[in-house]
């Protein structure tokens, strides 16, 4: 092994920074490590949640990384947990703008992980996966749950999508415990995405998130990253924090909110996506019959 360790193995194109690659597998370990220590407190009883900051390394697959990611942490929680404590039902939602496709890959035919994944419409963006009819596949199918969200939906259409999706699967799956990942990206001004959460709209998330894991026990792992502007990011995360902590922390929105996101324009095509992600689902949860 050279001194750049496994980084080659597991890298793309878009996960070669300029410089010092070694030095990038050597975070993604600690990553791993941090959300190693974050199932290990939890499962200890020491604290009900933990958040892992620079986590929800969602893109990297079993066998190789991309899209800025090398090692899926968020898979790698799952499988710990699994394994070393024997849970047997972990429920992960993805709240990321992109699809969590390294995410899907370890658990598309594995019955004892719901994921449920909430992003852009994959026909606009990367990874490109993600659709509605994707439901997972033998054991597992009807565990793996997209909910593709249209360009511009905002707060209202992912309040709506967890009151008609992601809550009444948490109450039917009982998860044993819940994990979350996913940061900044995405809010309305973030540049990579075209999403239009606000900062209301990434609280409501982490209340929810805090909310739901009232099922087992406020047993959650929070895996916070990603956000493509830097003077949104730390107010996104914050804010996705204090929802789930149940803290009062004043945050102002850092960049003025567009006319066009004052009303959540996308709902009725929200509302069209949410009927259609409950058909591909009816046969497998009874929540949508
Ligand atoms: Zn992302």
Redesign the pocket.
């Known amino acids: 092994m050279d001194e750049e360790g496994d980084f080659f193995q597991y890298q793309a194109l878009d996960n070669r920074p300029i410089g010092r690659p070694g030095k990038v597998e050597e975070a993604a370990r600690l990553v791993i490590g941090q959300a190693k220590l974050a199932a290990d407190l939890i499962q200890a009883g020491k604290f009900q949640k933990v958040i892992s900051i620079g986590g929800g390394l969602?893109?990297a697959k079993v066998a190789s990384g991309e899209?800025f990611c090398l090692y899926n942490d968020v898979a790698f929680t799952a499988v710990y947990l699994m394994e070393k404590y024997h849970l047997k039902r972990v429920m992960i939602l993805d709240t990321?703008?992109?699809a969590g496709n390294g995410t899907a890959e370890y658990f598309i035919s594995d019955p004892r992980v719901l994921f449920v994944d909430l992003?852009q419409d994959p026909g606009t963006i990367y990874p490109g996966t993600g659709f509605a009819p994707e439901i997972g596949t033998g054991a597992g199918i009807g565990k793996t749950v997209n909910i593709p969200l249209p360009v511009n939906a905002g707060n209202d259409s992912y309040k709506k999508v967890f009151e008609e999706i992601i809550e009444p699967l948490a109450k039917e799956f009982r998860p044993e415990i819940i994990i979350r990942n996913?940061?900044a990206?995405p809010h309305f001004n973030d540049g990579?995405?075209s999403l239009g959460l606000t900062l209301d709209g990434f609280k409501m998330i982490g209340r929810k998130v805090r909310d739901m894991a009232e099922i087992c026990g406020g047993k959650e792992i929070d895996l916070v990253a990603?956000g493509?502007h830097r003077g949104i990011l730390p107010y996104a995360w914050m804010a996705l924090i204090a929802g789930l902590g149940n803290f009062n922390v004043p945050l102002e929105e850092p960049s003025p909110i567009p006319h066009s996101l004052r009303i959540d324009s996308q709902m009725p095509e929200t509302l069209k996506m949410i009927a259609e992600v409950k058909a591909f689902h009816k046969d497998y949860w009874r929540c949508f019959r």
Request: charged share 15%.
């Open positions: 969602h893109h899209g990321d703008a992109h992003h996913g940061g990206d990579l995405t990603s493509y």
